[in-house]
C-alpha cells in the first residue's frame, strides 16, 4: 500500500530536549515537505526537498533542521524544542515537485501531534 | 508572491442540501489549483485540481470544483451533501512558472447537519 508513514504519532517533551519525528514514503517519490498545521494558521511549510541531499526552506524554517540521504526518508529535527513548537506535524511527498507540469498530487502522512512543556 | 484565500472559517449546510466552500487566489503567472479534505485525526487527502483544460473538475467523492480565472476563484461544491462529508477543506494553489512550493489556505469546516 502506497503510503506516507510518520513517528510517533503523539509526542510529549520538554524545552530544550532534541527531538527527531521520522517520515518515510514508499512510492519512489523525489519530493517530500514538512507543514505544521496550527489553528487559523492553516498549514504552513517548514522545510522541502526536491531530492536526495537537496533541501530548502519554506515559510517557517526556524528552530527546525531535516535532512534527505536516502529517497525515502526525511526527518524533522527540533534541535532545542520550545513551546511554539507545539502543533500537528505533517509529513508529505510527491512524484515530483509541485512545480512538475502535471503538477502532481501530495500524499500526507497521518500527522505528529508535539507538545512542548 | 503565491497566495490563498478562504474567506470562510465554518460553512454549516443541511443533509441534502449543496454546498460551495470558497477559494479565492493570487499567482502572477498561470495557477495549478488543488482542493484537500481533512477528517478528523487524518493527514490531508487530495480531492482534485485543475492544471489546464475545462474549467469545471469533477473529483473525489462527488465533490467538484470551477475555475475562474477572471474572478481568481476555485470553489468547491457538491450538489446534495451528506453527513459524512463534513470535515477540514484546504484550498491550495502554486504558480506553473517557477519551482514554487504550494500554499495551501487557511482552511474552512464545513459542517453537514442531519
Known amino acids: 500500500e502506497a503510503q506516507v508513514t510518520q513517528n510517533p504519532r503523539y509526542l510529549i517533551t520538554v524545552t530544550g530536549k532534541k527531538l527527531t519525528v521520522t517520515c518515510s514514503q514508499n512510492?519512489?517519490?523525489?519530493?517530500m515537505s514538512w507543514y505544521r498545521q496550527d489553528p487559523g494558521l492553516g498549514l504552513r511549510q517548514i522545510y522541502y526537498?526536491?531530492?536526495?541531499?537537496?533541501?530548502d526552506k519554506g515559510d517557517v524554517p526556524e528552530g527546525y533542521k531535516v535532512s534527505r540521504k536516502e529517497k525515502r526518508n526525511f526527518p524533522l529535527i527540533l534541535e532545542s524544542p520550545s513551546p511554539n513548537q507545539t502543533s500537528l506535524y505533517f509529513c508529505?511527498?510527491?512524484?515530483?515537485?509541485?512545480?512538475?507540469?502535471?503538477?502532481?498530487?501530495?500524499?500526507f502522512g497521518a500527522g505528529t501531534r508535539l507538545s512542548v512543556l | 508572491a503565491q497566495s490563498v484565500a478562504q474567506p470562510e472559517d465554518q460553512v454549516n449546510v443541511a443533509e441534502g442540501n449543496p454546498l460551495t466552500v470558497k477559494c479565492t487566489y493570487s499567482?502572477?503567472?498561470?495557477?495549478?489549483l488543488f482542493w484537500y479534505v481533512q477528517y478528523p485525526n487524518r493527514g490531508l487527502q487530495f480531492l482534485l485540481k485543475?492544471?489546464?483544460?475545462?474549467?469545471l473538475v469533477k473529483g473525489s467523492y462527488g465533490f467538484e470544483a470551477e475555475f475562474n480565472k477572471s474572478q481568481t476563484s476555485f470553489h468547491l461544491k457538491k450538489p446534495s451533501a451528506l453527513v459524512s462529508d463534513s470535515a477540514l477543506y484546504f484550498c491550495?494553489?502554486?504558480?506553473?512558472?517557477?519551482?514554487?512550493?504550494?500554499?495551501f489556505g487557511k482552511g474552512t469546516r464545513l459542517s453537514v447537519i442531519a
Open positions: 508529505a511527498s510527491s512524484l515530483r515537485g509541485a512545480g512538475g507540469p502535471s503538477g502532481n498530487i501530495q500524499y
Open positions: 491550495a494553489v502554486r504558480d506553473i512558472t517557477g519551482n514554487t512550493p504550494l500554499v
Open positions: 512510492m519512489n517519490h523525489e519530493y
Open positions: 526537498s526536491m531530492n536526495v541531499e537537496v533541501t
Open positions: 485543475y492544471i489546464t483544460g475545462d474549467n
Open positions: 499567482v502572477s503567472g498561470n495557477p495549478y
